[in-house]
C-alpha cells in the first residue's frame, strides 16, 4: 500500500503548528514565564527559539522528507550498514510514549475542567478542587477519555485524521484565545500583568542565568515539539518539495505567537482578578494556572462562558499535540513492523492507557517525567538528530534544505550546516550536562 501523506501544503503547516501550539504554550509557557521573572524570561526563550529551535526543526524536516519514514526507519535508512542511528530514532519513539503518558494526564484535567466549567463547579475553591481531582482514580478516568479522543484522531489516519482535525482546531485555537485576550486586556487592573509580562527588567536574568537557560532551552524545546521524531514524521509525509525553511519559519511564528497570545489571557487575567501572582500561581507547580484562573474566573461576570472558552481553546490545543505524539509509535509500527494504521493505534493506546495510569496515580512520577525526564529525552534526542543532519547527511541535508526554497532561504543553507553540526549541538550537550549536574 502506498504511504500516506498530506492533501496539501497548508494541512502540513495546520499540524505541525497544532503539534508545537498545545500544553507548552498555555499551560507550561505562563507557568515557566511567572516563575522566571516575567520579561527576561520571555526575551531569553525568544532568542533560544530563533538561534536554537528553528534549525533544529529544519533539521528535523530535512531528515524526514529525505527519507519519508519515521524516526527509527529514518535514521537507519539514511545511514545504510550501521544499525547505532536506528536506535537514536528509536530512542525517539520511545520518548513520545513517555512524553504522552505525562501528558495525557494534564490533557484529562482539561477534558475536566472544560466540563466543570458549564457549571463553574471549581470556581469557588479552585485549591481544594486542583488537589481532590489531579491525581488518582478520577483523574486516570479523565485520561482514558483524552487518550480515546486522540485516538480516535489518529485512527483515522494522516488526511482523514490528523489534517482535518487540525485545520479546524488550529484557526478555532486562535480565535478563541484572540477574543479572550481582547477582553482581559481591556479590564480594570489587567495593566499590572501586562507591566509584568512585558516590562523589560533583565535582572532575573543576573539573578540566576543558569537556571534561566535551562529552563528557556527546555521550554524552546518543547513548546516546537522538538527532539522526539514528531516534525521528522510530520514532513516524511511531504510529497512535493515546498520550501522548508519558509514553512519551518511560518510554523515557528505561529507557535510562538499563539504562546504569548495565552501570556495575554493569562497575566492580565490573574493580576485583574486575583490581585497578582499569589504563592499558588507563583509556586512553579503543575497546577498553577488551573488554580489561578480559576479563581479569577469566580470574580468575573459570566465567569462561566469566559472559562468554556478558555479550557475549549487549551483543549483542542492539547489534543492537537497528542495525536503528533501517538502518531510517532504508530508510523514506526506501520512503516517498520508491517501493522495497520488500526491496530498499531489500538494496540499502542492501550499501552499509554498503562504507562499513563502510573503517571495519573503517582504525582512523584508525574514530577519526575514531566519535569526533568522530558526536559533530558528532548535535548538529547535533538542533539543526536542534529549530528545525524549534521555529519551523517552533510551535504545531502543541505541539498534537502534547498530544495523548494528559494533565494534568500539558500543563502542561510550553509551557516545552518555549520551551525547544526558545531554550536547547536554543543549547547544542547552542555544543557544536557547542566541538566544532569542540577539533578545530582
Ligand atoms: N509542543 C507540544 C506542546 O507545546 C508538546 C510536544 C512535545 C508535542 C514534543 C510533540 C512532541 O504542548
Known amino acids: 500500500m502506498a504511504r500516506e501523506s498530506w492533501a496539501s501544503r497548508i494541512g502540513f503547516i495546520l499540524a505541525a503548528v497544532g503539534s508545537a501550539v498545545g500544553l507548552g504554550n498555555v499551560w507550561r509557557f505562563p507557568w515557566m514565564t511567572a516563575e522566571y521573572g516575567g520579561s527576561a524570561f520571555l526575551v531569553v526563550y525568544l532568542c533560544i527559539v530563533l538561534l536554537v529551535g528553528v534549525p533544529g526543526l529544519l533539521a528535523e524536516f530535512v531528515i524526514g522528507r529525505r527519507s519519508h519514514r519515521n524516526p527509527a526507519g529514518a535514521l537507519a535508512r539514511l545511514a545504510p550498514g550501521t544499525k547505532s542511528w536506528g536506535y537514536v530514532g528509536l530512542f525517539g519513539v520511545v520518548t513520545a510514549l513517555i512524553l504522552l503518558s505525562f501528558y495525557s494526564v494534564v490533557g484529562g484535567w482539561i477534558v475536566r475542567y472544560f466540563l466543570a466549567s458549564f457549571t ?13 481531582i489531579s491525581f488518582g482514580g478520577e483523574a486516570a478516568a479523565f485520561q482514558v477519555a483524552f487518550l480515546v479522543l486522540t485516538a480516535i484522531v489518529v485512527l483515522g489516519g494522516v488526511r482523514g485524521g490528523i489534517e482535518k482535525a487540525t485545520k479546524v482546531m488550529m484557526p478555532l485555537i486562535v ?14 487592573g489587567a495593566g499590572e500583568g501586562l507591566s509584568f509580562y512585558l516590562d523589560f527588567n533583565l535582572a532575573p536574568i543576573e539573578e540566576n542565568p543558569v537556571g534561566m537557560l535551562r529552563a528557556a532551552a527546555g521550554q524552546a524545546l518543547f513548546t516546537l515539539s522538538l527532539g522526539v521524531g514528531t516534525m521528522i514524521t510530520y514532513a516524511s509525509y511531504l510529497g512535493e518539495d515546498n520550501s522548508l525553511p519558509f514553512d519551518g519559519s511560518v510554523i515557528a511564528v505561529l507557535n510562538t505567537g499563539v504562546g504569548v497570545l495565552a501570556g495575554f489571557v493569562v497575566f492580565p487575567l490573574l493580576f485583574a482578578f486575583q490581585g497578582g501572582l499569589t504563592d499558588v500561581t507563583r509556586g512553579g507547580e503543575s497546577g498553577a494556572i488551573f488554580m489561578g484562573v480559576a479563581g479569577a474566573f469566580r470574580e468575573m461576570p459570566y465567569g462561566e462562558v469566559v472559562a468554556v472558552g478558555f479550557f ?4 483542542f490545543a492539547a489534543l ?38 502510573v503517571c495519573a496515580f503517582n504525582p512523584g512520577v508525574f514530577g519526575f517525567v514531566a519535569g526533568t525526564l522530558v526536559d533530558l529525552m528532548l535535548t538529547a534526542g535533538l542533539a543526536g538528530f542534529l549530528v545525524f543532519a549534521g555529519w551523517i547527511l552533510g551535504t545531502d541535508a543541505l541539498s534537502e534544505f534547498d530544495s523548494g526554497a528559494g533565494g534568500l532561504a539558500r543563502s542561510l543553507g550553509t551557516p545552518w550546516l555549520w551551525s547544526v553540526r ?6 544542547l550537550l552542555v544543557t544536557l550536562a547542566v541538566n544532569i549536574y542540577s539533578m545530582l
Not at 463553574?120 to 481532590?132: K, V
Not at 480565535?175 to 480594570?188: D, E, K, M, S, Y
Not at 514506526?332 to 494496540?347: K, M
Not at 558545531?422 to 549547547?427: A, D, Q, R, Y
Open 175 to 188: 480565535v478563541l484565545l484572540a477574543a479572550l485576550a481582547g477582553w482581559a486586556v481591556t479590564q480594570p
Open 120 to 132: 463553574g463547579s471549581y470556581f469557588s475553591a479552585p485549591a481544594t478542587y486542583f488537589g481532590d
Open 320 to 357: 492537537s499535540s497528542s495525536i503528533s505524539m501517538l502518531e510517532i509509535p504508530v508510523a514506526y509500527l506501520v512503516d517498520e513492523q508491517d501493522v495497520s494504521r488500526r491496530n498499531a493505534t489500538l494496540g499502542l493506546t492501550g499501552l499509554v492507557l498503562v504507562t499513563g495510569a
Open 312 to 315: 475549549g481553546a487549551i483543549l
Open 422 to 427: 558545531t554550536v547547536l549541538p554543543l549547547f
